[in-house]
C-alpha cells in the first residue's frame, strides 16, 4: 500500500549539488513513529545510511556525511528530499528512500546517479 518513488537527475557534476525528491503515497510522513530514510549503494558495495527526517521533523545525518548533507521535507506534498553538497565521482550510486519502522519495511525502486564531468 506504501509506496515511494525517487526522482531526480541521473547525471551531477563534481562539485556540484545532488538533488533528489522522494514522493510518497499510501501513508503520510507525518505519521507518528516512522523514519524517513535516505540511504545509498556505490557498485560493488554495500548499502550505505545517509540520513533520515522523522515524522516530527527531525532530522539525523550519518556522521561522515552530516556536514554536507540536508533532508527536508515537504507536507503539503507527502515528499521528502535529499541535498548533498559538493559531491566528488566517489558519491556515485543508486540512491533509495525507504521507510523505517524498527526496519525498512518499504523502499523505493531506486535511481542510479553518476558524478561526473
Known amino acids: 500500500q506504501v509506496q515511494l518513488q525517487e526522482s531526480g537527475p541521473g547525471l551531477v557534476k563534481p562539485s556540484q549539488t545532488l538533488s533528489l525528491t522522494c514522493t510518497v503515497s499510501?501513508?503520510?510522513?507525518?505519521?507518528?513513529?516512522?523514519?524517513w530514510s535516505w540511504i545509498r549503494q556505490p557498485p560493488g558495495k554495500g548499502l550505505e545510511w545517509i540520513g533520515y527526517?522523522?515524522?516530527?521533523?527531525?532530522?539525523y545525518y550519518s556522521p561522515s556525511l552530516k556536514s554536507r548533507t540536508s533532508i527536508s521535507r515537504d507536507t503539503s506534498k507527502n515528499q521528502f528530499t535529499l541535498q548533498l553538497y559538493s559531491v566528488t565521482p566517489e558519491d556515485t550510486a543508486v540512491y533509495y528512500c525507504?521507510?523505517?519502522?524498527?526496519?525498512?519495511?518499504?523502499w523505493g525502486k531506486g535511481t542510479l546517479v553518476t558524478v561526473s564531468s
Open positions: 525507504a521507510r523505517e519502522d524498527n526496519r525498512y519495511d518499504y
Open positions: 499510501g501513508g503520510s510522513i507525518t505519521t507518528a513513529n516512522y523514519f
Open positions: 527526517v522523522a515524522f516530527n521533523g527531525d532530522t
